[in-house]
Each structure stands twice: as C-alpha cells, then as structure tokens.
C-alpha cells in the first residue's frame, strides 16, 4: 500500500491543507451544534425553519446525483454501451452526493437520532416520509452499484460478479427511485401555495424538478469528467461527453418552456418586468441555468470544443443551484416577511462537506477502479502504473 | 362533533391573562413574551390600536399533520390538533407548511422539540373548557362547539353589523379551521393571512402522493419493457452477424 502511495507521488498540497482545515471546522461546529442547539450555529428561526442545509445540501446534493440514474439508465437500459466508461465516475459521484445529503441531515435535524422513525412511524400523506424512503433506498442501491469497484480491487470476484447478474433490476430500481426522490423535493414544495412566490409555485413543481436535475445532472457527468481528466492529467473523453450536451440542451430546453408557460399564465411575470428581487433572482437562475447552457450547447462548434463543453456544463450547475435556493430561500422570504442569509458557520458546513466529497472522490479515482485508465481496472491490480498524477495538481 | 374556539378581537383588552394561564397549563418556562414561541404558545398582539390572538387555528384539515413524516402531529376525532414529541425527529417540515406558520421550534436546546398550541386536549377530552377560554375576563374567548360558535359569530354580526366586518376567520380559510375570529377591521390589519386557499393544502400533495403506486407500476413495466426491447435488438444483430 504504501509502495502505491510513494509511486504516486503523493503530495500534500494547497487543497489538502484547506480540506483539512474545513474538515476540523466542520467538527467543531458539529459540536456546537448539539451542544448548544441550532439556533447557536445557524440563523434559522421561527419564521425560517429551513435554511441552506436544505436549500443547499439536500435539494442540490440530490439533483446532483442526477447524473448517476441517467447514464445507468442510458447504459443498462437503453443499451448505449459507449457510455460505459463514464458509469463508474457518475455513480460515485451519484453516491458521494447521496452520503453528502445524509451527513447534512443528520445536523440539521432537531433530534438525528430518531431517523429511524421514518422506518416504522408511516404517514403516506408527507411528501417528507417519500423523501426518506428514497434517500434510505436510492443510498442502498447506488452502494450496491458502487460495490463492484471496491469488490473487485479487493479481490472478491464472485461478488462482484453476482452484482453484475443482478445489474438490471438494480438498476430499474434506481431509476424509479430517482424519478420518485427528484420529483417528490418539488412536491415538498406543493404545500406551501400561500406561501412561495408565484415565480416558483406551481401544480408542476415535482416535473420542474425531475427535469431540471436530469439537465443538471448530466452537466455534473461533464464537470467531474474535466475536474479528475486533469488531475489524471488526460484530455477530456469528447467523443463521450460532447453528445451529453444535446439532451442537456433538450431537457433544459422543455423545462424552460414549461417555466415560461406557467409564468405567463399565473401573471407573475410582472414581477421580471418591475425588475422586482423576486424578479432579479429569477432572471439570474434562468439565464445563467436555461438560457445559458442551452444556446451555448445547441452550437455544434461549442459543444465539441472542450471550454465550451465544460462552460455550459458549468452554467447548467450554477443555475440550477440559484434555482434551489430561489425555491427554498428566495421565493419563501416575502411570505416570512424578512430576509434569510445563512451564517458563516452554516456555509462552512456546506463547503467542508463538498471538499469532504471532492476529496474521497479523488481518493476512490486513485485507489479503486474507477476510470478506464486507472491501474487497478486490469484484472491483475499489481501491474506497476506509470506516474498519472503531475505533481502540482496532487492535491 | 368538533370543538373550537371563537376569539372575538372587538371584547378583546389585550390583558394577556389567556397567554398566562397557557403558560400555566402547559407549564412552560419563562415571561409571556410579545410573539409566539416555543415557550409561548399564545398571545395577544397589538396591531395599531386592534388585538389580534396568535394561537393555532387548528384546521379541520390540518396541514401539519399531513406533512409530519413520522405522524408526531395528529388531528383528534374532538377537533384538537395534537403533537406527539416523542416521534418527532426534527424536519421542521410542519412548520415550512403550515399556511399560519405556527409551530415553533426550541432553537436555544440542543434536544428540541416543536411548541404548538393543543387546545388543552387533555381538559377538552374530559369535557372541560380550555385554560385561555376559562381565564378569559372579557368573553373575548370562548370555547365550543364549532357549529355553535359560527352561528354565535353571524349572531353577533346581525346584532351589531357596523361594529363588525361583514365575515367570521376560518370558516373557509385553508379549508376551514376549528379556531374562529371576529374583527372590527379587515383581517389583513390585524395580521392574518388573507392570501390563503379555501383548498386544504394537503389535497395538493395528496394528488401526487395518491398517484404514486400506478406511477410506479407503469414506469417499472416501462423501464423493464426498454431494456428487453434494446437487449433482444443487440441479440438479433448479434446472431445475423455471426450467421
């Protein structure tokens, strides 16, 4: 173990050092945090019971995770075998996204250690009590997706093995699971018409959601590619990542629409013409989440160009996360009749979380087979492996 | 049968005695403070010269108790929306929902718990009136039969039209609630909600929820039906190019 470590020259730089010092953050305001209550750590109140660890770390660490039902779907169910290589990579990340949501929830939840109640106090009527049950099953089901790529690094072929035999229903299983978890945050959001900005409200809610986290989702694919492509030092895979951009642009494309619709129909775009906040944030989350992406991605000359690629794929992301705490936080402040703005605790949290993701994800694609090119996809896993990683970017 | 409440803003001098004798009944901590909290379950507010009672409305169709994933809110066959601590895990998802925007959480305790007004069940039951009704001076709060306390709110609208605006609180709002009121101004100026649906809220979420069996069905089916189709294609190119 040690030899690998020492052959890939390790090397304990910039990034670790700031992941370490969130990671230390993070622990201390975890015990804060259920020391002295939420109130000390955040700035959640009576008049906003949810903040950004909901806005943020549940709503986009979900649709984030898009990306992973998406290319299993496109992989084991449609057949597009050429996206192959990317499965692994999309469901890490998928998983990683998943734990990130759970982590986020244990804190922000008044008193974790009841999660389990979910398990046998049953009320079909919440939209919350759906969202558990996806987050406890998807969580499963993208581990056992995952399991092959620890499985097989360790040896346990037979395993491994039987997981692939099983690979369809699983994977039919994730892909109704995420149909159900993606829409049912929007559903979340049905119950409140009093009370989120006709901008956000509508009965259509659950289908924004499921569609905009598909766009988002592949956008992730691309983003994650480009990130561990340069940190394996490679070039972006073109040939498969550039025609992830055309169902971006077509997805993005019917979920504007639909928006624009809705928008037109209940008046509320008076609101982007006074140029009110409500009508600022919107035009920032559309432009930069919609229209951005899609005309950027609809030419063909961008699409294949690996800054254009990666920029709509990045817009596409930032969109979509303005577009979850416009939801959450924008749309619901009128209503609260005050603004909510998190605390510097609250945001170290949710950074310290994404680095903690960013780096197991750069862990994994070091020592599990992860992408084609990583030495431990041969059968054999001890064949010596050039040095992948240059060392300025060995973080 | 469902009990209620009629809180009449006009009787109302804002002494705050229902706020004390909840405080006593329910034997939370502290001062009576000037909003509602966790540790304050009802008040009375000053709203340009109006009283206005902040307590839960306790909705025939309560909003809170259809979003409680673990079901720590219940609606009572008596009419009392009630809360059970020891389910709750703390999503706080009722207090995003509800359209009154009343429960309220313990943020200072590092093992918190909602606060919300219960309509003294635990007197309701045996019969009795609540605490606020019965430490009321002023006849600003009574406690009833819902029935009865609608056709006592018209009643006292028809004796003294002017001294009132022409409608009783909570009689359709959010799909009616169990606590009614009375005002000599628009509800607006005394701070309610008048934005709300005469819809419960619930039956929005019901429409999907209720879907979801046939949806999953369906779309497993569907899915299940892709994957065969595609597969058995690659199959047969498979063999003609091998024949």
């Known amino acids: 173990m040690d030899q690998r470590i020492k052959s890939d020259r390790y090397r304990v730089g910039f990034w670790s050092i700031l992941c370490a010092i969130f990671t230390l953050a993070f622990l201390i305001i975890t015990y804060l945090r259920f020391t002295r209550g939420l109130g000390a750590v955040t700035n959640l109140s009576d008049r906003f019971p949810w903040g950004l660890w909901i806005g943020f770390d549940l709503l986009c660490g979900v649709g984030l995770a898009a990306g992973a039902f998406t290319v299993t779907a496109c992989v084991h169910l449609f057949n597009l075998k050429k996206f192959e290589p990317i499965v692994r990579p999309t469901i890490l990340t998928g998983f990683l996204g998943y734990v990130f949501v759970v982590i986020a929830l244990l804190l922000d939840l008044g008193q974790p250690w009841r999660i389990w109640h979910a398990i046998i106090y049953w009320n079909p009527h919440s939209v919350m009590f759906e969202v558990a049950w996806c987050v406890m099953l998807y969580t499963s089901v993208l581990a056992l997706e995952f399991s092959p790529a620890v499985l097989e690094r360790f040896g346990f072929h037979k395993i491994s093995h039987l997981i692939h035999k099983l690979i369809t229903p699983l994977v039919i299983i994730g892909v109704m699971l995420s149909t159900l978890h993606q829409s049912s945050l929007g559903s979340l959001y049905l119950i409140v018409?009093?009370?989120?900005?006709?901008?956000?409200?509508?009965?259509?809610?659950?289908?924004?959601?499921?569609?905009?986290?598909?766009?988002?989702?592949?956008?992730?694919?691309?983003?994650?590619?480009?990130?561990?492509?340069?940190?394996?030092?490679?070039?972006?895979?073109?040939?498969?990542?550039?025609?992830?951009?055309?169902?971006?642009?077509?997805?993005?494309g019917i979920y504007g629409l639909m928006r624009m619709q809705v928008i037109v129909r209940n008046g509320s775009y008076h609101d982007i013409l006074n140029f009110t906040y409500e009508g600022r944030m919107f035009l920032l989350e559309f432009t930069i989440g919609v229209l951005a992406p899609v005309i950027l991605l609809a030419i063909r000359k961008v699409r294949e160009n690996p800054t254009g690629l990666v920029l709509g794929a990045f817009l596409a992301v930032m969109g979509f996360v303005v577009n979850r705490l416009n939801v959450s936080v924008t749309g619901m402040e009128r209503a609260a009749g005050g603004h909510y703005v998190p605390s510097v605790m609250e945001v170290t949290v949710s950074v310290a979380l994404v680095?903690?993701?960013?780096?197991?994800?750069?862990?994994?694609?070091?020592?599990?087979?992860?992408?084609?090119?990583s030495k431990f996809t041969a059968r054999k896993a001890k064949m010596p492996a050039p040095r992948l990683i240059p060392a300025e970017e060995g973080e | 049968m469902t009990v209620g409440l009629l809180y009449d803003s006009t009787k109302c001098v804002g002494c705050n005695a229902c706020s004390e004798a909840c405080k006593e009944q329910n034997k939370l901590p502290g001062a009576v403070e000037d909003h509602p909290t966790a540790y304050t379950y009802t008040v009375v507010e000053d709203h340009n010269g109006a009283n206005v009672r902040k307590l839960c409305m306790h909705c025939l169709v309560p909003t809170c108790a259809s979003v409680c994933p673990v079901g720590a809110l219940r609606k009572t066959p008596e009419g009392p929306v009630v809360y059970d601590s020891e389910k709750c895990m703390g999503c706080r998802y009722c207090m995003m929902a509800c359209p009154f925007d009343v429960p309220k959480y313990q943020w200072d305790r590092a093992v918190p718990i909602v606060g919300k007004c219960i309509m003294c069940y635990d007197r309701v039951k045996e019969g009795q009136s609540t605490a606020c009704a019965t430490a009321c001076a002023y006849g600003a709060t009574v406690f009833g039969e819902r029935n009865n306390l609608i056709m006592d709110a018209r009643e006292r609208i028809r004796a003294n039209p002017s001294g009132y605006v022409d409608a009783v609180y909570g009689i359709k709002e959010a799909g009616g609630t169990g606590v009614l009121m009375l005002s000599a101004v628009p509800f607006g100026a005394l701070g309610l909600k008048t934005n709300l649906t005469d819809d419960p809220p619930p039956m929005r979420t019901w429409q999907v929820l209720s879907k979801l069996p046939d949806f999953v069905t369906v779309w497993g089916t569907s899915l299940y039906a892709i994957h065969w189709i595609t597969s058995r294609r690659d199959e047969v190119a498979k063999n003609e190019r091998g024949e």
């Open chain 1, 193 to 252: 018409p009093s009370k989120l900005h006709p901008l956000w409200y509508s009965q259509l809610l659950p289908l924004f959601f499921f569609t905009s986290a598909i766009g988002a989702g592949l956008g992730m694919v691309i983003l994650e590619s480009f990130l561990s492509g340069r940190a394996f030092g490679r070039h972006l895979e073109m040939d498969l990542l550039a025609p992830l951009g055309r169902p971006i642009v077509a997805v993005l």
């Open chain 1, 355 to 373: 680095g903690i993701a960013m780096a197991v994800f750069a862990l994994a694609t070091r020592f599990l087979p992860i992408f084609p090119e």
